[in-house]
């Protein structure tokens, strides 16, 4: 079954000892803190990993208005989907040094002729895994913790549920990512 908020907001809702909504038109406190929520939890769950479903790449040129200053050659549009840089490249290779670019606002400073970027973006709901959607259940139980039930030591108690389930769904995330090549140095290969 694919996630939907309804479902992801109902197991928060579950995990404060409440009782779930059937449909949004059952509306009242429980709709009411999943709607007013619901945004922050999804985007800081989808900021704190690099995960694998949430990640595409862009080409982006430069804006004809050049940047204030003389620091940087270009400025580029990020594109309208992107919560979080991951990595730039100015021809699809090696990421260039994070000192080499900067980001202010919607906007990317760099002295490139263009980039390719590699971005977190905000994907639809039904694109997340299981790991990710127990996690992002915890992130949401625990922002409407006190809300809905009026505990701050519930709210403790949900925000380290998230933090057990993160780190679940970011190990299950990394498992199916490929792993970066290994080196050998010359210092190792003397000592064999």
Not at 157 to 163: E, G, I, N, P
Request: hydrophobic share 35%; glycine share 8%.
């Amino acid at each position: 079954m694919s996630a939907t908020k309804l479902n992801i907001g109902n197991q928060g809702v579950l995990l404060l000892g409440g009782r779930p909504l059937t449909s949004w038109n059952d509306g009242g406190k429980t709709k009411e803190a999943i709607d007013i929520y619901w945004d922050t939890s999804y985007r800081a769950t989808l900021s704190a990993h690099r995960w694998h479903f949430a990640t595409t790449r862009a080409l982006l040129n430069p804006l004809t208005e050049a940047p204030v200053g003389a620091e940087w050659s270009h400025q580029f549009q990020l594109p309208n989907d992107c919560l979080k840089v991951q990595s730039l490249s100015p021809d699809g290779g090696s990421p260039i040094a994070k000192d080499a670019w900067r980001r202010e606002g919607r906007k990317l400073l760099a002295n490139a002729d263009s980039l390719i970027l590699i971005y977190t973006y905000i994907c639809p709901v039904g694109d997340i895994d299981a790991t990710f959607e127990q996690a992002l259940a915890a992130q949401l139980a625990y922002q409407m913790a006190y809300f809905l039930t009026g505990s701050t030591s519930k709210g403790r108690d949900m925000f380290s549920l998230y933090q057990e389930r993160l780190d679940t769904a970011k190990t299950e995330n990394g498992i199916e990512q490929t792993t970066q090549p290994t080196y050998t140095s010359q210092l190792l290969e003397v000592r064999r």
